[in-house]
């Protein structure tokens, strides 16, 4: 009872007189009546808030008016040269003066962002009313919402935080940026009696509204082609509805005068027909929706790749609710100390699981048609239609996020984002196109997740000469794949010892909630010895496992015999495998502690080969009837149209998110249900995009380059005209 009482007191002298009270409570226990020391230690995080914290305290509204006239003096007096402060002075002396009797002046005040709790948990963005600040209309200028942070840089301590603090002021709009950080830097000196000489204590930032974003020529060019891909779908769908009315026609009027011999005989279409009928949203609807599959009994990579793919977009969405999370800190904490949720965090793998899907695929169908066309292969037509397959839709979505999407929402954090795809990728787009943008720069951050499109392009470039040495002496190319593989884990093995390298989940799971914990680009002797996740050796291992899969379905034609025991004992094997490697460092991830340097190194080497092997097992034994009720699920043919959304699913989805999260007007606290909510939101908003993507850029352009490009001899899905088994070919 009576530490209720006492525990009681304290939250009441928290209550009433603020933070100060983090100054006395530091997590230890004190007796009752003990007094604080002058020299006690005060809490850490509080040591790095306090110039922040002096400034934005209650009352700190009133305070700021009453000292920014004097701040705006001295910086005249100082700073006379500054061509923008007579304005800004002048507009900051209406608003002022206006606040007394002006709706407009209450509504830029009390659009401020306020102090909040939960600051030590992750809350330190207090962003206000940005459309509030936006409206209010004043006599010679308008309300200009900016975000003043602290520049934790030059503060202690402040690793421990999710991001820097920062706060909504609405300010008149004549004042620039460098104005209004000059007035809070005095307002800051006049307040805490902190002389901030050379260092920043504090930096406005003022997002441009939408209107005022500037128009570039990546704005024109995306315009541009989205007008021409509507164009030509629509001439496509309406030339195919005219070509099928007429071909119904034709065979009523068939019908009736019994003429089999015309029947029997279809028309060949021009070849300018047929290029402007692969535009039709009719037809590349069809194929799309359908639940056909010409993958034979490879029919189950289909549900192993789309449900890899909702794999991959749950663990963004837990990497990207960052980006407008409050409470950060204890948001993630929660998530990492509940064991359930490591496939989350542990959601890396399912990348691996498509260069195991590419290399099984380029493998089985390659070894078919080396078969059918007597081991003869156009290595230079197969680089271009792999290049034509993947590129258009890629191209576009560059394209878009370059322009055409700053156009499409506002906010206070709105003009921040969209802007950014065009900076980032300006100047270095061409190394996606190019696909070494894993390589080149050090640190390429347009369209980042599309790391894996380089990588597999890069493998696809090694492939056409395994699978010709495979095929003329079966020993050697398998040696080939095989030593490829060690070679992959020695490299990703030495490597971490070197470092010392932790395992990617660990190394990631301890910077969730650091959103700036990169703070300067890599050179390449760093990204050369510390990076066995983005390069293409560290993955190698994978690959090539999958090719070796291949080429046991395409020796056994899917039909390898297996002993009951053994198929027990590989089940039992491959399932516990999984389930170590997914959930094995639940301790470590929930701690924050680092692995054994020892076991680092083993499981850096071993973990992504594992479980390859794993997943070759599964797809191997559904292949060969030894999967039961896995075979029937990843069967279901609800997944087969799923499957064909995959590769524009994967292009945009990360657009989808950030564009949810940067167009809220405040930040959100995140909690179970609203992570699952904006999952599954944003998931099927992304499906519903990747059809119009599919429809409208990538099937076309597919279908396109088979008729322009010669056909790869010997190649069933040319033969049969159905594209499910190019598609799997071009590894989605």
Same mark, same amino acid.
């Given at each position: ?74 910086? =005249? ?21 206006? +606040? ?5 002046? +209450? ?20 962003? @206000? ?10 006599? =010679? ?116 005068? =019994? ?22 949203? &009719? ?96 290595? !230079? !037509? ?83 000469? &395994? ?85 046991? !379905? ?17 089940? !039992? ?27 680092? &190194? ?17 797809? &191997? ?59 599954? @939101? ?21 279908? +396109? ?12 899905? =040319? ?14």
């Amino acid at each position: 009872m009576r530490f209720f009482c006492e525990t009681t007191l304290l939250l009441l002298f928290c209550f009433c007189y603020g933070y100060n009270c983090l100054e006395v409570v530091d997590g230890s226990s004190r007796k009752t009546g003990e007094k604080q020391s002058a020299e006690s230690k005060p809490n850490k995080e509080f040591i790095a808030f306090s110039p922040f914290m002096q400034l934005f305290s209650d009352g700190y509204f009133d305070d700021i008016l009453g000292t920014v006239v004097q701040a705006v003096k001295s910086l =005249d007096e100082n700073m006379g040269e500054e061509p923008n402060m007579k304005t800004c002075r002048k507009q900051w002396l209406t608003f002022i003066n206006d +606040l007394q009797s002006q709706p407009y002046a +209450l509504r830029m005040a009390d659009s401020w962002g306020r102090k909040k709790s939960g600051i030590l948990d992750g809350n330190v963005e207090w962003m @206000g009313n940005y459309y509030e600040c936006i409206e209010a209309k004043g006599p =010679d200028f308008n309300g200009k919402w900016c975000q003043a942070f602290m520049d934790h840089k030059h503060e202690p301590n402040m690793d421990q935080l999710s991001r820097p603090p920062s706060v909504g002021i609405c300010v008149p709009s004549g004042c620039s940026e460098n104005s209004i950080t000059k007035i809070f830097h005095e307002i800051l000196s006049f307040k805490s009696n902190i002389n901030t000489g050379n260092t920043t204590l504090l930096n406005v930032q003022c997002p441009l509204t939408t209107e005022q974003l500037e128009w570039s020529a990546a704005d024109t060019l995306g315009i541009a082609v989205t007008c021409v891909v509507i164009v030509l779908n629509l001439i496509g769908t309406f030339v195919d509805f005219i070509t099928r009315h007429n071909n119904a026609n034709d065979k009523k009027v068939s019908e009736r005068t =019994d003429n089999y011999a015309t029947k029997s005989q279809p028309t060949k279409r021009p070849r300018l027909l047929k290029m402007v009928l692969c535009f039709s949203m &009719i037809s590349n609807g069809e194929k799309l929706l359908s639940t056909n599959s010409s993958g034979g009994s490879l029919g189950i990579l289909n549900g192993i790749r789309f449900l890899s793919t909702a794999w991959v977009a749950l663990g963004h969405v837990f990497v990207d609710t960052q980006i407008g999370t409050v409470y950060l800190l204890s948001s993630t904490r929660y998530l990492k100390s509940k064991i359930v949720f490591m496939p989350i965090i542990n959601f890396y793998y399912s990348v691996d699981t498509f260069f195991l899907l590419g290399g099984l695929l380029v493998s089985y169908l390659g070894m078919k048609q080396l078969t059918n066309t007597n081991g003869r292969m156009n290595i !230079l !037509l197969t680089y271009i239609h792999r290049f034509i397959r993947i590129t258009p839709a890629y191209a576009y979505v560059i394209l878009f996020s370059m322009g055409i999407l700053k156009l499409l929402g506002s906010g206070p954090q709105w003009s921040n984002f969209p802007v950014l795809p065009h900076y980032v990728c300006q100047d270095v787009w061409w190394t996606n196109l190019l696909y070494i943008n894993n390589f080149f720069p050090s640190l390429n951050v347009c369209m980042a997740w599309c790391w894996y499109l380089a990588v597999d392009m890069q493998f696809y470039l090694l492939t056409p000469f &395994i699978l010709l040495a495979t095929y003329r002496w079966p020993r050697v190319g398998i040696s080939l794949m095989v030593f490829l593989t060690i070679a992959s884990m020695a490299v990703c093995g030495i490597l971490s010892a070197l470092g010392p390298i932790q395992p990617p989940v660990i190394v990631n799971s301890q910077s969730i909630g650091l959103l700036d914990a990169v703070s300067e680009i890599p050179t390449y002797d760093m990204k050369f010895r510390y990076d066995i996740y983005y390069l293409p050796w560290a993955r190698l291992h994978v690959y090539m496992i999958g090719m070796l899969t291949g080429y046991v !379905l395409f020796a056994t034609k899917g039909k390898l015999t297996i002993p009951k025991w053994l198929v027990v004992l590989g089940w !039992l094997v491959s399932a516990g495998s999984c389930f170590a490697i997914i959930f094995g460092l639940y301790p470590q991830t929930s701690t924050d502690t680092d692995l054994d340097t020892g076991l680092a &190194i083993i499981y850096n080497t071993f973990e992504k080969p594992v479980y390859g092997l794993c997943l070759s097992w599964m797809i &191997i034994a559904c292949t060969s009837g030894y999967g039961g009720p896995v075979t029937k699920f990843l069967n279901w043919k609800f997944f087969n149209p799923l499957s064909r959304l995959t590769f524009s699913f994967y292009l945009i989805h990360l657009l989808v998110l950030m564009w949810y999260f940067v167009n809220r007007n405040n930040m959100i606290h995140c909690q179970t249900i609203d992570f699952i909510f904006i999952y599954i @939101g944003s998931f099927l908003i992304s499906l519903a995009l990747a059809f119009l993507l599919c429809l409208t850029i990538e099937w076309p352009t597919m279908e +396109l380059a088979k008729v322009l490009l010669p056909s790869k001899r010997g190649d069933p899905s =040319d033969r049969d005209g159905k594209s499910d088994q190019k598609k799997l070919l071009k590894q989605q």
